[in-house]
């Protein structure tokens, strides 16, 4: 199972080779695995179907308790058959599709890391995997978007899709933690297995925060804005990432989550308005747009916002509903978009109003456009009609707002009725088009082969719903639920409400689409409004803001005045210490002056002396000197309590100091620029508060001890398992070598700071 | 780097130089048992050598090098890491000092350890950074 996670990792790393290797059927030697993982994962439907669940686990931090647990059930079986089936189009769709692109070997990398983030992401039974798993989904579709990083519009769009996602990932991952805190367990099935979660005084903030994560990676309004900006990434991408698969995610998680935290009040008002208001919004911006992937995936927001209802209304019906639909949109917008793609290589359309009677020039996929369009609208005998039967008739039945939530799914069912017209009709009837490219000849095999499988299964699935059924789409309904369902998926219901409803929107959706363009005529004002208000502007006013917060901070932290940062550090440290020592009462013991010898009065008046002339003398080479003498004297100090190391130690940096200061000296101009006698008598209060505030933190620890010294191990411990009697240089280089270690880097840093400041300086001058 | 023209600190350093680098690393060595270590040592070999870098051109201070300082502070570095992994190797933590035990002929008994190795490390480290921040000064001069 690790292997089968982990293998679309290992692929992507000799994609490239392969790719050399096999040059244009690489499509086809790297969909191989996609193919290889189908058929292992189906051979887990026989066990699954009986309701039977199958669990992995391996340890990966220990120390954490973390493992790496997979559990395949119905759900994460359902999941991983979309994933590695559709991949396996997917990939070799791509081998044709890129073929005159420059760096295909870079696609073939992410795509399959993107394959097997997924497969872990819907297999991890742990929260931490899954939260791993998750974010690396949304890097590689950043990557994946920015594929034609040349393009500043497609920059902009993959970064924006990585900020809204990894912003909601960052809530999805507080959500995570306190679901463990609350379910006592990192291990998703021992959470969900628990009872009272929904009754937990977290409740609330833990649902909140997850469910900010899923809005966000599941495209629902008021995030929807990134996927229709997705688009910018290649054609496969957008069928594979952002319509089958990735953006699911949300979606599956909510599912996922469904027996633990779902059945509240605040579960089905929140996830069934949100998702219902999605659905429309997404379901009316895709019969507002011209642009072909701009219209499915405006769809795709539909498809998801309808997921996330029905999931909120959470009756076995809705469930039910829920894993059809999401199988039905799975086939048929996967092939959807593998047809855009070909609409895009053969005749060079971007944009449905450039076409028009291609069904002439491409019958074949002009055929496979009309089933999965036919399945996208709902028409009987199609897998989608099952669907949306079942979605209707989930929302008449829904325990609360039911009303509110049947208007949105008519409004949604006529509009998408238009869409699928749009999709269906529109490029290949009517009269012949000028197209930007001239179609010769039909895609090649590799290209039909997704959407002429994809499209026919949903025809299949249609006349023969218990295919699907068995196996996959109960035991997923089922894990959803929390309880076994008993589903039996038919495509003849009787004449009930949702059949009439059906068969008006289908009437409505038709003639929507005859005046579709006063549709969109009619709604064109609401650009401006979006431009001005929507979404996405605010997402820009956000980063817009972000940048100019970093800049103002930027300007007042960082001044490149030294004697300002010293300032900031110093306040900085009085403040937090300061307000530690008052709320822990820290208190220093009685302070006796009798056991002082006369030669330590000696060294410590000798020390002051320096330390009074360093800050009053005029001339830089006194002060520094004077700043020697001082270390000097502390050194002494050292010494005279028996610490002959640290006393060499002080003796050398002193000196060193000394000297550096001087070499500094000589650079400085000749004039002096002394402070106004204020700034001096501020300089004054904040040095001899600091001053006072490490006395009397060196006092509180000498009085006040939370441990017992470790000084007592270091002494006992030196000569025996160090082999050392100088217990200073055992404990730096045996027992705390990790430290030194840290300070060296740090000392080799400084100077390679200091060497880039002055001689790349210097450079910049020539 | 405007040479000091005082013939005693010239003398002077020509032949506490060597006198000094050695004590440096009489320092590194015993550091172990008596006060010293690969800190100290490293003071003292920098300091030795800026001594004379006061005392002479940077050309000839660069001359008693024969090495970069920078590549001083990368081969110490490198050593200070590369003593760390051996006890990776017997099941034990990053870290875990290994001791070998030689029989020296008229010497006795020679326990020769990882903490060596890193102990020298800190050395050159200490060296290299020392000497490349005050290169860098002195050369930025002109």
């Not at chain 1, 189906?42 to 669990?55: K, T």
């Not at chain 1, 099952?386 to 989930?394: F, G, V």
Request: glycine share 10%; hydrophobic share 55%.
């Amino acid at each position: 199972m690790l292997l089968a996670v982990l293998s679309g990792f290992l692929l992507a790393a000799i994609a490239p080779w392969v790719h050399r290797l096999s040059g244009r059927h690489s499509g086809w030697v790297l969909a191989a695995l996609p193919g290889a993982l189908f058929i292992y994962f189906l051979s887990f439907i026989p066990e699954i179907a009986d309701g039977g669940q199958v669990r992995f686990a391996y340890p990966w931090v220990p120390g954490l308790d973390i493992q790496l647990s997979f559990l395949v059930d119905g759900l994460s079986l359902l999941f991983v058959l979309l994933i590695s089936g559709i991949g396996f189009f997917i990939v070799s769709y791509a081998g044709r599709y890129l073929e005159k692109h420059r760096d295909v070997g870079r696609f073939y990398v992410l795509i399959l890391a993107f394959m097997g983030s997924m497969l872990g992401l819907v297999l991890a039974d742990n929260l931490i995997a899954l939260f791993v798993f998750w974010e690396l989904t949304s890097i590689t579709s950043y990557l994946l978007i920015g594929y034609n990083h040349e393009d500043a519009r497609a920059r902009y769009c993959a970064l924006q899709g990585l900020i809204v996602t990894v912003g909601g990932g960052l809530a999805l991952l507080a959500g995570f933690v306190m679901l463990a805190m609350a379910g006592g367990s990192y291990e998703l099935s021992e959470v969900l297995a628990g009872e009272g979660l929904q009754e937990h005084a977290w409740y609330l903030p833990i649902l909140l925060l997850v469910l900010a994560g899923a809005f966000t990676k599941s495209a629902q309004v008021p995030f929807h804005f990134w996927l229709p900006n997705a688009m910018a990434a290649p054609t496969p991408v957008s069928a594979y990432l952002h319509s089958a698969t990735m953006v699911k995610a949300g979606v599956y998680l909510l599912a996922r989550l469904n027996p633990g935290l779902g059945g509240t009040d605040e579960w089905l008002l929140i996830l069934s308005l949100f998702g219902g208001v999605t659905m429309l919004t997404g379901v009316f911006l895709a019969a507002r747009s011209t642009g072909v992937k701009q219209v499915l995936a405006y769809s795709t927001v539909m498809a998801l916002g309808t997921l996330t209802m029905l999931i909120g209304v959470g009756t076995e019906t809705a469930i039910i509903a829920a894993v059809t639909f999401l199988m039905a949109h799975s086939l048929y917008k996967g092939a959807l978009f593998l047809i855009a793609g070909i609409l895009d290589h053969e005749a060079g359309c971007k944009d449905f109003l450039q076409t028009g009677g291609l069904r002439s020039a491409l019958p074949v996929t002009t055929f496979f456009a009309a089933i999965a369009a036919l399945s996208l609208g709902g028409v009987i005998p199609m897998f989608g009609f099952i669907a949306k039967e079942l979605m209707l008739e989930a929302v008449l039945e829904a325990p609360t707002v039911s009303g509110v939530l049947t208007a949105l799914a008519v409004a949604t069912a006529i509009l998408g009725v238009l869409v699928a017209a749009i999709v269906g009709i529109k490029p290949w009837f009517g009269p012949r088009v000028k197209t930007p490219k001239d179609p010769h000849h039909e895609a090649p095999p590799a290209m039909l082969a997704g959407p002429a499988v994809l499209g026919s299964l949903g025809l299949l699935f249609g006349l023969a719903p218990m295919l699907p059924e068995w196996g996959v789409l109960g035991a997923a309904a089922g894990a959803v639920y929390g309880a076994p369902l008993d589903v039996k998926l038919s495509l003849w219901h009787g004449i009930n409400a949702p059949l009439m409803i059906s068969a008006a929107s289908l009437l409505l959706g038709l003639a929507l689409y005859t005046q579709w363009d006063r549709f969109r005529a009619a709604f064109a004002w609401l650009d401006g409004v979006a431009n001005s208000i929507g979404p996405e502007r605010q997402y820009d006013r956000t980063m817009a803001g972000l940048v100019w917060s970093a800049d103002w901070q930027t300007r007042v932290l960082q001044n490149g005045y030294l004697r300002y940062y010293l300032l900031t550090i110093l306040l900085m440290m009085l403040v937090s210490v300061g307000v530690t020592a008052r709320i822990y009462d820290i208190s220093i013991g009685e302070l006796s002056f009798a056991d002082i010898q006369i030669q330590e009065w000696t060294v410590l008046g000798m020390t002051l002396a320096a330390a009074a002339v360093a800050v009053t003398i005029r001339s830089r080479l006194g002060a520094v000197a004077s700043l020697g003498a001082l270390g000097f004297g502390v050194a002494l100090i050292y010494v005279l309590f028996s610490a002959p190391d640290v006393g060499i130690t002080q003796v050398l940096v002193e000196t060193l100091t000394v000297l550096l200061l001087v070499l500094v000296l000589f650079r400085l101009p000749g004039f002096l620029n002394l402070s106004s006698p204020l700034v001096r008598v501020r300089d004054a209060v904040i040095a001899l508060s600091v001053g006072g505030m490490m006395t009397l933190v060196m006092l509180s620890t000498l009085h006040m001890r939370a441990h017992d010294s470790i000084s007592a191990y270091h002494v006992a411990e030196s000569e025996p398992s160090g082999f050392g009697r100088n217990i200073v240089n055992v404990i730096l280089v045996d027992f705390r070598a990790l430290d030194t270690l840290g300070e060296i880097f740090v000392l080799a840093l400084a100077a390679v700071g200091v060497y880039a400041m002055i001689n790349l300086r210097a450079e910049d001058r020539k | 780097m405007s040479t000091m023209h005082s013939l005693i600190l010239r003398t002077a350093g020509n032949f506490l130089l060597p006198l000094l680098l050695l004590f440096s690393i009489f320092l590194l060595l015993r550091g172990h048992d008596e006060p010293g270590g690969g800190f100290i040592g490293g003071l003292v070999a920098a300091s030795a050598i800026v001594l004379n870098l006061f005392a002479m051109e940077i050309k000839s201070a660069k001359a008693v090098l024969w090495v970069d300082p920078r590549h001083v502070l990368g081969i110490g570095m490198t050593l200070a890491i590369v003593s760390a992994i051996p006890g990776a190797f017997f099941g034990q933590p990053f870290f875990t000092a290994q001791w070998f035990t030689f029989d020296v002929p008229a010497l006795g008994e020679l326990k020769v350890g990882t903490v060596l190795m890193f102990d020298i490390g800190v050395y050159l480290v200490v060296i290299g950074a020392v000497l490349t921040i005050m290169l860098s000064l002195a050369e930025a001069e002109d």
